[in-house]
């Protein structure tokens, strides 16, 4: 299967000056600094985003589609992610966000908090009458967390709730809805507003479905600009905000636990917090548990490297525009939406990926580990990234896998003898 | 290359459970690399982590050595704390003799020997009261 044919991150090479700051950052070592460049190995990146948070040069582009690009359609709709109300003052109300968006030039708006509603419906639905559920079962709405797991946590694929995400039905439903409105597939333009790279890459490649029906997806720093200067504009208010409270506090991180409403849960935010929990799942720890919600990005999807607000402050305010809105969208349930729970299932099971394996020959990934070991064990262990690796074992299987020379440690004879 | 096997070897530091699990974590991204089955994996580091822990908390630290061939891991766990009174009661699940401030950080369920036991394809433990307490435990990688 053909992975990743798009990439979450690239590259301003102007402005690089191969400071190894993303490349410590990396939590799945997927940087190497060559010839002064920060360089992506883009089958071990997990499209997390902590590279473009944490570059003091601004050189790390995340991956949107431009927002001129949903002209070229006739019928054009957005798909609206709930952290995106976050990012407006709380006295607006939902509504109004919404009108924006077809102040900028959308003929129409789908609010992934209401799909997420649906969602939370068939995980719990899914979790009563699945046979031998694992403990925990993990979510899958943070695609950083699904790729971190199969390329870090393989023991954890058979935790991972096998539901599609809420954006994903969302655009389910916005294709439909276009479907039944008479519009042609190339007249359709579906957009995702997002509030990170991971989401691009994930709705354009599909986690768990075989054919993503997004058109493009969009900044949520982009549109926000656009939208929030468009509001004072707005002569009619339509009615076009169908999710409760429920849906919309998917935006932060505790949010899709507490619509699954089981007591035993846990939630996590931040990418090492994440891999702290991961860690403790994997060594048996917390199987008293029945749901674990992880966010890569602290906060929840409001701290995406793609908004503007403040994490903290955007989920205060998520909660604000919470009180203007009923708890549950009240229409709001699979049914009415015409689907059924079978509708929400994952179509394709992802695939491991295994690039950490050293040789698919079992006496010769040993042989490997065996060089790495002794080279590792020349090596300072200062974990300093000046030979362009983000650790002395990083750069040990760096000279034995891809042949550099141990030479380009410049720092061997600081090493202290142990 | 001078053999078919990997041999590895650990401090484990005592009271310190900050550090605890780093060993079992190091041996997991080795078996990682060498694409060992991931649900074998889950085991033998659950198995491993258990045998850390209870060197932490009962035994003030110890050694693991680990031996990795094509086939299976080999990992003994030595330490030299007060050892194991009644063998047969700290194989029953449930029992722990953990003191009630480790177990308010979580540990001392009494589930540690009895997960090793079971998470192992061959488990020996031998212990002295006083001297200390060997654990050798051994799982097949299934082809």
Redesign the interface.
Known sequence: MERKTIHSVTLDTDKCRGCVSCMRRCPTEAIRVRNKKAKVLYDRCIGCGECVRVCPHHAKIPAFDSFDMIHKYKYKVAIVAPSFYGQFKSQYDINLILNGLLAVGFDDVEEVAKAAELVSEATREWMKNTQDIKHPIINTACPTIVELILVRF????DNLLPLQTPADVAIKLAYKKAKEKGYKDEEIGIFFISPCPAKVLALKNGIGIKSPLVTGVLSMAEVYYKVVTALSQIKEVKPLNKAGFLGVAWASSGGEALGVNKEKYLEASGIENVIAVL?EI????LENLDFVELNACTGGCVGGVLTVENPFVAKAKIREFGKKIPCIGSTNTIKNAGLTYKDFDWEVVPT?N?V?????N??K???K???I?SIYAKLPHFDCGVCGAPSCKAFAEDVVIEGFSIDDCTRMDERTTE | MSSNSVHLEFDVVGNNFVSAGSASNEVKGILKQLGIDPLVIRKIAVAMYEGEINMVIHAGGGRAIVDIFEDKIEIVLIDTGEGIEDVELAMKEGYSTASESIRNLGFGAGMGLPNMKRFSDKFELESEVGKGTTIKMSMLFPE
């Not at chain 1, 950490?356 to 698919?360: A, I, M, T, V």
Request: net charge negative.
């Open positions: 393989h023991g954890l694929i860690k994997e060594n048996g720890k491991i295994d950490f394996k050293l040789d698919e079992r006496i990934a040993m042989q580990l065996e060089q070991e």
